[in-house]
Antibody, heavy 116, light 111 residues
Framework: QVQLQESGPGLVKPSETLSLTCAVS?????????WGWIRQPPGKGLEWIGS???????YYNPSLKSRVTISVDTSKNQFSLKLSSVTAADTAVYYC?????????WGQGTLVTVSS | QSALTQPASVSGSPGQSITISCTGT?????????VSWYQQHPGKAPKLMIY???NRPSGVSNRFSGSKSGNTASLTISGLQAEDEADYYC???????????FGTGTKVTVL
């Protein structure tokens, strides 16, 4: 059973960098597939942020590309998200998920609030 | 890349069938068979219900079915049950640089 778990600070100050990690269990990231991040502002819809392959190959949503970095650590079986220069508009529940041209396994999500 | 268009809400009585539409363009829904549907209960993560237009993951009830015609995909829930009350989102791979686009979301209410 593939399981994903997000972790990271729940509060980030404006202009700072949001950092989250997704730990994967039940499946080795090195075995394949892409792994992605998706966010959902409170009361709103879903937005794909970007995805990464175990080799490190990435692709990002162009609307966020200038501020996003996704990385992978196969030795720890986890991948990470960094979003720089955050504003209140980045307040959202952030999910990690396995990307197989759809998102079949999801983490429970973590709320990140951007506020001073 | 605009979000795919879904009705804001759909309702039905227990036992009835309902259909949720998801309208895109030839660059996304109409151009690829990578259309998927997600169910989201309040405070929970989305759950994959349909992938590649009409395929059900293991464990998903056969009351859920998907289809596509042109630039519009549809999710049908038959034999509506109270537990089906949730938000539903469609998603599609897209040829635009966005790669993935989600729908606006539909709230399903069981009367």
């Amino acid at each position: 059973q593939v399981q994903l778990q997000e972790s990271g600070p729940g509060l980030v100050k404006p202009s700072e960098t949001l950092s989250l990690t997704c730990a994967v269990s039940g499946y080795s990231i090195s075995s394949g597939y892409y792994w992605g991040w998706i966010r959902q502002p409170p009361g709103k819809g879903l937005e794909w942020i970007g995805s990464i392959y175990h080799s490190g190959s990435t692709y990002y949503n162009p609307s966020l590309k200038s501020r996003v970095t996704i990385s992978v650590d196969t030795s720890k079986n986890q991948f990470s998200l960094k979003l720089s220069s955050v504003t209140a508009a980045d307040t959202a529940v952030y999910y990690c998920a396995r990307d197989v041209r759809n998102f079949d396994y999801w983490g429970q999500g973590t709320l990140v609030t951007v506020s001073s | 890349q605009s979000a795919l268009t879904q009705p804001a809400s759909v309702s039905g009585s227990p036992g009835q069938s309902i259909t949720i539409s998801c309208t895109g363009t030839s660059s996304d829904v109409g151009g690829y068979n990578y259309v998927s549907w997600y169910q989201q209960h309040p405070g929970k993560a989305p759950k994959l219900m349909i992938y590649e237009v009409s395929n059900r993951p293991s464990g998903v009830s056969n009351r859920f079915s998907g289809s596509k015609s042109g630039n519009t995909a549809s999710l049908t829930i038959s034999g509506l049950q109270a537990e089906d009350e949730a938000d539903y989102y469609c998603s599609s791979y897209t040829s635009s640089s966005t790669f993935y686009v989600f729908g606006t979301g539909t709230k399903v209410t069981v009367l």
